[in-house]
């Protein structure tokens, strides 16, 4: 079955940066469409950035110039690479597979002013 886990997130200082990750299994990856969505409290889920089974990159406004996603299509892996991070940054991650209505437990990143 489908198999999302995310990790990676702490506590880190504005300005700061963190890598996220994400495992992915139980369907074909390679060509899969990956995204990270962010969810931070009292507020609906929001997409941060996406990618492309042949590597097309997509950004939110507020992930710009900051952020990166990518792949590692070997491994089944997404990972979300975050500099300069904000106390606005704080939330909950989720990575998904485009498409499925499946979201695996999210990893908490918190950032300190």
């Known amino acids: 079955q489908v198999q999302l886990v995310e990790s990676g997130g702490g506590l880190v200082q504005a300005g700061g940066s963190l890598r996220l990750s994400c495992a992915a299994s139980?369907?074909?990856?390679?060509?899969?469409?990956m995204a990270w969505y962010r969810q931070a409290p009292g507020n609906q889920r929001e997409l941060v950035a996406g990618?492309?089974?042949?590597?097309?990159?997509n950004y939110a406004d507020s992930a710009k110039g900051r952020f990166t996603i990518s792949r590692d299509n070997a491994k089944n892996m997404v990972y979300l690479q975050m500099n300069s991070l904000k106390p606005e940054d704080t939330a909950v991650y989720y990575c998904?597979?485009?498409?499925?209505?499946?979201w695996g437990r999210g990893t908490l990143v918190t950032v300190s002013s």
């Open positions: 998904q597979r485009v498409g499925l209505d499946y």
């Open positions: 139980g369907f074909l990856f390679n060509t899969a469409p």
């Open positions: 990618i492309s089974g042949k590597g097309i990159t």
